[in-house]
């Protein structure tokens, strides 16, 4: 089984700083089966970026992700009060065929 | 623009199957896969399992043994049924629809508490 760790835990950030979080592969991964997702209190999750790099639809250019082999990094170039929430990475394609990170919560500072 | 709505029992009795029903409305269910995904309070996000529009599945491992889904595409619905809940099993369920790799679309999620 392939383990995701994010890190940090917890991101305290002022609106306007630049965000980034990482999600670390326990072994190398197919770049096209990383993606990340967003999560407000009380919503489900909501797709941000897939195959490692590509911007699902409707997702502002200011998330970005990044990333090869065991190292993946989700960006946000100038945070919104709106992208305070968690954010999870997901990986596909091993057993269980879908695995999660353990998020990282992004709270103003 | 695709929607999901799960529905099904909040309180489940420890011991007893657990058993959800996820509405898909705005899209074909056709051509896609179908999961249930879960997430206990506080806690992070857990893939129960998948069908696949023609009927194939593939479970988590580490649930297998207790999960059941299945897939009625003339009522464009698919079911999760967990068998033998204990208190480790209360969560948000979420219902998704993926093409394969990523989860394109979310129900917005039931909670099930498993308690007497």
């Known amino acids: 089984e392939i383990v995701l760790t994010q890190s940090p835990a917890t991101l305290s950030l002022s609106p306007g700083e630049r965000a980034t979080l990482s999600c670390r592969a326990s072994?190398?991964?197919?770049?096209?089966?990383l993606a990340w997702y967003q999560q407000k209190p009380g919503q489900a999750p909501r797709l941000l970026i897939y195959a490692a790099s590509s911007r699902a639809t409707g997702i502002p250019d200011r998330f970005s992700g990044s990333g090869s082999g065991t190292d993946f990094t989700l960006t946000i170039s100038r945070l919104e009060p709106e992208d305070f929430a968690l954010y999870y990475c997901q990986l596909y394609g091993n057993s269980p065929l879908f695995t999660f990170g353990q998020g990282t919560k992004l709270e103003i500072k | 623009q695709v929607q999901l709505q799960e529905s099904g029992p909040g309180l489940v009795k420890p011991s007893e199957t657990l058993s959800l029903t996820c509405a898909v409305s705005g899209g074909s269910i056709s051509g896609y896969y179908w999961s249930w995904i879960r997430q206990p309070p506080g806690k992070g996000l857990e893939w129960i399992g998948y069908?696949?529009?023609?009927?194939?599945?593939d479970y988590n491992p580490s649930l297998k043994s207790r999960v059941t889904i299945s897939v009625d595409t003339s009522k464009k619905n698919f079911s999760l049924k967990l068998s033998s809940v204990t208190a480790a099993d209360t969560a948000v369920y979420y219902c998704?629809?993926?093409?394969?790799?990523?989860?394109?679309?979310w129900g917005q999620g039931t909670l099930v508490t498993v308690a007497s």
């Open positions: 072994h190398s991964v197919t770049s096209s089966y």
């Open positions: 998704a629809r993926s093409s394969l790799t990523t989860f394109t679309a």
């Open positions: 069908i696949f529009f023609s009927g194939g599945t």
